[in-house]
């Protein structure tokens, strides 16, 4: 069976040419620039990407990109001399000049954090050859952002801890973690909202810390927490009342006309923790991943290629969550 708590990891790497200036010192011509120069440098990478420019890039098809975790809300907001490239199972992703020249990202499901940065690492080291990027000896790689100073480095885990946010542990174990350079964030990072009991738990440090010493820490970490998850669920499952919570917010999503967002995020979690503990029988824990990902309202837009009002995404959202559920 997937992994009943842990859903992706993902490997962010950040990364500066030498020769030009941080994004947030650049003028329009050198944005150009480093963008044409990264797309000449991807051809000689194995993976195919393909490279969009944002600026052509519409508002709906910005946000849809933010919800499927390709790129930032601040870099859907902010278009100009921006480019994103992208494999075409999305697994890579390639910010062009956010808040650094490059942020590569790559995100493999379940517990892959060794794996994801395998492929990370690979694509840096091809990029450098032609790129150049800015390194210190003593600080390591540079980037316009302190925090990110050495090995530019975050590593993230996304996990479904429903037991624990149940319970309310989530915050006392979020402030004991970030005593040991662990932050948990929002389902989509820094400063955001946590959706569907989905958080995200990532390295806090990268200067004085090699990539190999982070990624195993925070796969320690992770797995002492998915743990904690389980046994917080065995608990949960003894309650009769929290069982019939399971099948009722089936019930809900199988016959419900109209489905907000919010709702739906909130009983598809209770769904997801039905199938891992074999309440529910009947649906597989990748229907419900994928239906997370595509009930959102830019992406439910996306899907059906025009705006639609706020009755019409909960009506095109609760008809399709019950075909998939069905």
């Known amino acids: 069976m997937k992994d009943p708590v842990v859903i992706s990891s993902r490997i962010r790497l950040a990364r500066n040419l030498r020769d030009y200036p941080f994004p947030c ?34 508002e709906l098809d910005a946000v849809a990109m933010v ?56 694509i840096d080291t091809e990029l450098d050859k032609t790129l150049h990027f800015a390194f210190d000896n003593t600080l390591g790689f540079l980037t316009q952002c302190p925090t990110n100073l050495g090995t530019g480095m975050r590593a993230s885990v996304m996990m479904h801890l429903c037991a624990l946010a149940d319970s309310r542990a989530v915050s006392r174990i ?13 389902t989509y990072g820094e400063g955001t909202d946590v959706s569907c009991a989905l958080y995200q738990l990532s390295n806090q440090v990268t200067l004085g810390i090699s990539e190999k010493s982070a990624i195993e820490n925070l796969q320690n970490i992770c797995t002492q927490l998915a743990s904690s998850e389980l046994q917080s669920r065995e608990t949960l499952m003894q309650s009769m009342e929290y069982q019939d919570k399971i099948s009722r917010s089936m019930g809900i999503l199988l016959t419900a006309r109209l489905i907000s967002h919010a709702e739906a995020m909130k009983l598809l979690s ?42 019409e995404r909960d009506k095109a959202r609760a008809e399709l969550i019950k075909a998939t559920l069905r």
């Open 25 to 58: 010192r650049m003028d329009d011509k050198q944005r150009t620039e480093v963008a044409e120069k990264v797309r000449e440098a991807l051809k000689n990478c194995d993976e195919k990407f393909m490279f969009v420019s944002m600026e052509d890039v519409n």
């Open 67 to 122: 919800e499927r975790h390709l790129i930032s809300p601040e870099f859907a907001n902010s278009k100009a001399g921006r480019a994103l490239a992208v494999t075409e199972d999305e697994s890579i992703s390639i910010m062009i000049n956010e808040e650094d020249h490059l942020r590569i990202q790559v995100i493999k499901p379940g517990m892959s954090l060794r794996e994801a940065y395998a492929i990370a690492d690979r």
């Open 174 to 186: 979020a402030s004991n973690l970030s005593k040991l350079g662990l932050a948990v964030r929002g």
């Open 270 to 311: 209770n769904v997801r923790l039905g199938i891992t503990e074999g309440i529910i029988d009947d649906v597989t824990i990748d229907a419900v991943d994928e239906l997370m990902a595509s009930i959102h309202p830019a992406s439910l837009m996306r899907a059906q290629q025009r705006k639609l009002s706020p009755q």
